[in-house]
């Protein structure tokens, strides 16, 4: 078996074709790629790879493990395939998920800095929504009339926002202590990850159009009822400058010595859940092959990477991955997570139907899905074979991937599967199928998600969602695309409920403009943009050992 250690940055850098002057270096194994390095001439073929997930369980489905294993198993293969994630958010590292950069021998490097501080983009992030937070209340504070639209405290609908699971701030007042404090008012915190400002880094294309993106922003209401922006609160220029750094990929590697660039960090159940336009731009510019991931589930970021963010770029993927694992499906057909790891043929092939939704909503988009299936040591050759035989009847192929265990090495199936598919496609690229058109009214692109992707009868809007619509189309956005906020444990909106519900009401109880992002997010269940940690949070098994190295963030610690 072939041995690997990393490289020096600068030599992932060289082998991309990108110059000392492109990069600026953060320690020895990450740097920053600057922005004058992006839009030149494409070195490579640029063949976009979607790889998304069937709903996620406490099973776990390994989709960032496999993502690397794949790109390390192309490479292996003698091919130019560069990663394109995004950034761990410290508020899962700390709380269920654990650490954010892949697991075991399919991880990337260096991986406690990545999972930690890495080079500071979501700190920078939390600071410019905290500074439109601070220059907002300021000019409530001074009855400052920004022209023509004073700022009613009563009508605010921009909150604060720390990269942590802090269940305890999500409702909060603020401003008590005195008129020279300032003017009590209910507030919320968001995690950084939910902020509109991660999703406006993610999809700005250069320092301008980040500017522009600011401005947008909708703060609140005036006394008359007229919309407050960014811009008019005079925060666009300073964010800018704040995140003046944060909006440059980083580089780091796999591993095996592959390149990968990992950048920003929406999560996919309550935001569009890819990593930045920039970052995805890179890895078309620079590989034959870019492989990059949607949070969460096919439904979630799988759909908001689609309908969104290719929108935006005005791209398409040539293929797309569907990883999945046997205790998983074992577990949407009703398996209890203590015994998922058995093998239960019944149980499997019940769970079967969940994979099958999926696969039907790849072929809504026009897209070839390859089953991914992350192996694990109980798996029985009789429970792939059930598999194989359920995707073929929606022409996906199926292909084992053991890159936790054995790296680029155990992913060299799944990674000449996903090459003989998406070279397939050289002679006659897939175009962009949309779930909905722009000019839909914004209920119903709403219904069209929800009865096409997630497989419901309908959908229900509470009196404030009606609300929040009619305001957001008497505004002018009427036409965004829509970011459902959803939870990833069903296809349903309510987290019990796993396999492939039927029949069911999806309820949006509140929608939100994020109008500096461009999209709309209607809140449904008891979705929360800000999570709470669990009664035993991954925080406490970490700890700094004597030697400088950091047990407890990656998977296999």
């Given at each position: 078996?072939?041995?690997?250690?990393?490289?020096?940055?600068?030599?992932?850098?060289?082998?991309?074709?990108?110059?000392?002057?492109?990069?600026?270096?953060?320690?020895?194994?990450?740097?920053?790629?600057?922005?004058?390095?992006?839009?030149?001439?494409?070195?490579?073929?640029?063949?976009?790879?979607?790889?998304?997930?069937?709903?996620?369980?406490?099973?776990?489905?390994?989709?960032?493990?496999?993502?690397?294993?794949?790109?390390?198993?192309?490479?292996?293969?003698?091919?130019?395939?560069?990663?394109?994630?995004?950034?761990?958010?410290?508020?899962?590292?700390?709380?269920?998920?654990?650490?954010?950069?892949?697991?075991?021998?399919?991880?990337?490097?260096?991986?406690?800095?990545?999972?930690?501080?890495?080079?500071?983009?979501?700190?920078?992030?939390?600071?410019?929504?905290?500074?439109?937070?601070?220059?907002?209340?300021?000019?409530?504070?001074?009855?400052?009339?920004?022209?023509?639209?004073?700022?009613?405290?009563?009508?605010?609908?921009?909150?604060?926002?720390?990269?942590?699971?802090?269940?305890?701030?999500?409702?909060?007042?603020?401003?008590?202590?005195?008129?020279?404090?300032?003017?009590?008012?209910?507030?919320?915190?968001?995690?950084?990850?939910?902020?509109?400002?991660?999703?406006?880094?993610?999809?700005?294309?250069?320092?301008?159009?980040?500017?522009?993106?600011?401005?947008?922003?909708?703060?609140?209401?005036?006394?008359?009822?007229?919309?407050?922006?960014?811009?008019?609160?005079?925060?666009?220029?300073?964010?800018?400058?704040?995140?003046?750094?944060?909006?440059?990929?980083?580089?780091?590697?796999?591993?095996?010595?592959?390149?990968?660039?990992?950048?920003?960090?929406?999560f996919g159940n309550i935001a569009h859940g890819?990593?930045?336009?920039?970052a995805t731009q890179l890895a078309m510019q620079?590989?034959?092959?870019?492989?990059?991931?949607?949070?969460?589930?096919f439904d979630l970021g799988g759909e908001k990477?689609?309908?969104?963010?290719?929108?935006?770029?005005?791209?398409?993927?040539?293929?797309?991955?569907?990883?999945?694992?046997?205790?998983?499906?074992?577990?949407?057909?009703?398996?209890?997570?203590?015994?998922?790891?058995?093998?239960?043929?019944?149980?499997?092939?019940?769970?079967?139907?969940?994979?099958?939704?999926?696969?039907?909503?790849?072929?809504?988009?026009?897209?070839?899905?390859?089953?991914?299936?992350?192996?694990?040591?109980?798996?029985?050759?009789?429970?792939?074979?059930?598999?194989?035989?359920?995707?073929?009847?929606?022409?996906?192929?199926?292909?084992?991937?053991?890159?936790?265990?054995?790296?680029?090495?155990?992913?060299?199936?799944?990674?000449?599967?996903?090459?003989?598919?998406?070279?397939?496609?050289?002679?006659?690229?897939?175009?962009?199928?949309?779930?909905?058109?722009?000019?839909?009214?914004?209920?119903?692109?709403?219904?069209?998600?929800?009865?096409?992707?997630?497989?419901?009868?309908?959908?229900?809007?509470?009196?404030?969602?009606?609300?929040?619509?009619?305001?957001?189309?008497?505004?002018?956005?009427?036409?965004?695309?829509?970011?459902?906020?959803?939870?990833?444990?069903?296809?349903?909106?309510?987290?019990?409920?796993?396999?492939?519900?039927?029949?069911?009401?999806?309820?949006?109880?509140?929608?939100?403009?994020?109008?500096?992002?461009?999209?709309?997010?209607?809140?449904?269940?008891?979705?929360?943009?800000?999570?709470?940690?669990?009664?035993?949070?991954?925080?406490?098994?970490?700890?700094?050992?004597?030697?400088?190295?950091?047990?407890?963030?990656?998977?296999?610690?």
């Amino acid at each position: 078996m072939a041995k690997f250690a990393p490289r020096t940055i600068q030599a992932v850098a060289q082998e991309l074709g990108l110059a000392d002057e492109d990069i600026e270096l953060y320690g020895r194994g990450k740097a920053k790629i600057e922005l004058a390095a992006i839009g030149r001439p494409p070195t490579g073929k640029g063949r976009l790879i979607l790889v998304t997930a069937i709903n996620p369980t406490p099973a776990g489905e390994g989709k960032t493990t496999t993502s690397i294993g794949l790109a390390m198993g192309m490479r292996r293969l003698g091919k130019n395939a560069v990663l394109a994630l995004r950034e761990p958010s410290l508020g899962p590292v700390f709380g269920v998920k654990g650490g954010g950069t892949g697991g075991g021998k399919a991880s990337l490097v260096p991986a406690d800095d990545i999972n930690l501080h890495f080079t500071g983009d979501i700190h920078a992030i939390t600071t410019a929504h905290n500074l439109l937070s601070a220059l907002m209340d300021n000019a409530i504070y001074f009855r400052d009339r920004m022209g023509e639209s004073e700022l009613d405290p009563r009508q605010i609908t921009w909150g604060r926002a720390l990269d942590m699971n802090d269940r305890f701030l999500r409702n909060v007042i603020v401003g008590l202590g005195g008129k020279s404090h300032g003017t009590p008012r209910e507030e919320r915190f968001d995690i950084t990850a939910a902020s509109e400002i991660m999703a406006v880094l993610a999809l700005s294309k250069d320092y301008a159009d980040l500017e522009e993106r600011l401005s947008r922003i909708v703060v609140g209401s005036s006394y008359d009822g007229k919309a407050v922006t960014a811009g008019q609160v005079g925060a666009a220029s300073a964010m800018t400058a704040v995140l003046r750094d944060a909006l440059k990929p980083n580089l780091v590697q796999t591993a095996e010595g592959g390149p990968a660039i990992v950048h920003c960090g929406p999560f996919g159940n309550i935001a569009h859940g890819c990593n930045s336009v920039l970052a995805t731009q890179l890895a078309m510019q620079l590989g034959d092959y870019a492989i990059t991931e949607g949070g969460f589930g096919f439904d979630l970021g799988g759909e908001k990477f689609l309908n969104i963010k290719c929108r935006t770029m005005g791209v398409w993927p040539r293929a797309v991955v569907l990883v999945a694992t046997l205790r998983a499906l074992k577990m949407h057909g009703g398996a209890p997570v203590k015994s998922a790891g058995e093998p239960d043929l019944g149980k499997l092939e019940k769970g079967l139907a969940h994979l099958e939704k999926h696969l039907e909503n790849a072929a809504v988009y026009g897209l070839t899905p390859v089953v991914a299936i992350n192996v694990f040591p109980n798996d029985t050759p009789e429970e792939l074979a059930l598999v194989r035989e359920a995707a073929a009847k929606f022409g996906a192929r199926v292909a084992p991937c053991e890159g936790f265990a054995r790296g680029g090495e155990g992913a060299l199936d799944l990674a000449q599967t996903v090459i003989d598919v998406v070279d397939a496609t050289d002679a006659n690229p897939p175009v962009a199928k949309y779930v909905y058109e722009l000019v839909d009214a914004p209920e119903e692109k709403i219904r069209k998600l929800a009865k096409t992707i997630y497989g419901a009868r309908d959908v229900a809007f509470t009196p404030t969602a009606e609300k929040d619509l009619k305001r957001a189309k008497d505004l002018g956005y009427g036409a965004l695309p829509i970011c459902m906020a959803k939870t990833q444990l069903s296809l349903s909106d309510d987290p019990t409920v796993p396999g492939r519900p039927r029949d069911f009401l999806v309820t949006v109880r509140e929608v939100r403009l994020s109008a500096g992002a461009g999209f709309l997010v209607p809140l449904t269940g008891e979705m929360m943009t800000m999570p709470g940690l669990p009664k035993v949070p991954a925080a406490r098994g970490v700890k700094l050992l004597a030697n400088g190295k950091i047990k407890g963030l990656m998977q296999n610690d």
